[in-house]
């Protein structure tokens, strides 16, 4: 395990349990900008919303932890007062609690729900484990290079000082000129891919399991590792290149794919079952067109929002496809984009 993720490890429990009696509320940035935007505005809703949510936040009744996606979105952003103003809200309304990255998540998820299959005691479940502070989220690996030749205690000593680093420093007079954030689907492959395979699949849920199948692919990395985690954990030792070309993630895979087909599987991976039916319904889905290249960012916000946040504000077609697919219920997470329903689910907290 890297030292970066084992000192988020040992620090989430702590930050979890300091921010365990606020309600969670995830803000993709469409509502980061009215935060930004809307006093300016004449829409009475959008004051409203941010009188609500900075009396809510102060009160300590609320935070509004972000995500990398959250701070890439933000980064796409070539005016800098606009971007640094959107920076200073973020720090303000988040306090700097960041959740760390799909692919760790999901590292931590598969590792909880295997050892349970091993029946392992003393688990601490993985909504204790996934929190850090934004400078170490993005910092991944750079941080971790920086550090992995430092004693322990400088380690330590390392992460501590970034954790506690508001974004406005690291991000006002900066030498080296900004270049927006530009990451994007290819809408052209998608569109192509679409139509290549849409009389692939009779039902939604060969829908489902013809994404998740390539999705996991993706993740097999999160998966090796946390297998040579748990190598580690019963034997003492590292795994020999022999032992680890032997302990991969290819079984597991495909039980998880069986257990998903039999419906054995709900929320206990919940990349694996957010990402797929998402991808899957904008697929299934035979006149939507792949447009802004924005839904990859979409489905990671969703993948960081519904499992680990009480609400979910966002924009009208992700909220649509969530409600569709029940996710928000699945997960117990209010998703709401119109402005009044927003509005309405604030001041019933």
């Not at 999901?106 to 850090?132: C, V």
Request: aromatic content about 12%; hydrophobic content about 40%; proline content about 4%.
């Amino acid at each position: 395990m890297s030292c970066l993720l084992k000192y988020i490890q040992e620090e989430s429990p702590k930050i979890y349990t300091a921010y365990s009696g606020k309600k969670f509320i995830y803000l993709d940035l469409k509502y980061w900008i009215l935060l930004r935007d809307g006093r300016q505005s004449n829409d009475p809703v959008a004051k409203q919303i941010i009188e609500k949510i900075e009396q809510l936040h102060d009160s300590g009744k609320c935070i509004f932890p972000i995500s990398d996606i959250v701070y890439y979105e933000i980064m796409k952003q070539g005016d800098n007062a606009k971007r640094l103003s959107s920076i200073a809200l973020v720090d303000k309304y988040s306090e700097g609690l960041a959740m760390i990255s799909a692919e760790y998540q999901l590292q931590i998820a598969f590792g909880y729900w295997l050892r349970r299959l091993l029946k392992t005691d003393n688990l601490l479940h993985p909504e204790k484990r996934l929190w850090s502070k934004i400078n170490l989220v993005i910092g991944f690996p750079g941080f971790d290079r920086q550090a992995e030749h430092l004693s322990e205690d400088l380690q330590r000593d390392f992460f501590d000082f970034a954790s506690k680093l508001p974004l406005q420093l690291t991000h006002s007079n900066t030498f080296m000129p900004f270049e927006p954030f530009k990451g994007k689907d290819d809408v052209r492959a998608l569109n192509e891919g679409k139509e290549k395979h849409k009389d692939q699949n009779k039902t939604f849920k060969e829908m489902f399991i013809s994404e998740l199948e390539g999705f996991i692919q993706k993740f097999k990395t999160p998966m090796n590792k946390e297998l040579f985690s748990l190598f580690f954990e019963k034997t003492g030792k590292q795994p020999t290149p022999q032992e680890m070309a032997g302990a991969n993630a290819d079984d597991y895979c495909k039980l998880i794919i069986q257990l998903f087909k039999e419906d054995k599987l709900t929320t206990e991976l919940p990349l694996f079952k957010i990402g797929p039916s998402l991808f899957g319904l904008m697929r299934w889905n035979k006149d939507r067109v792949y447009k802004d290249g924005n839904d990859t960012m979409d489905v990671l916000h969703a993948s960081n929002a519904l499992p680990n946040c009480d609400y979910f504000f966002t924009e009208k077609e992700l909220r649509s496809m969530i409600v569709q697919l029940k996710l928000d219920t699945s997960f117990n997470c209010v998703v709401e984009s119109d402005g009044k329903k927003v509005l309405a689910a604030l001041n019933a907290i």
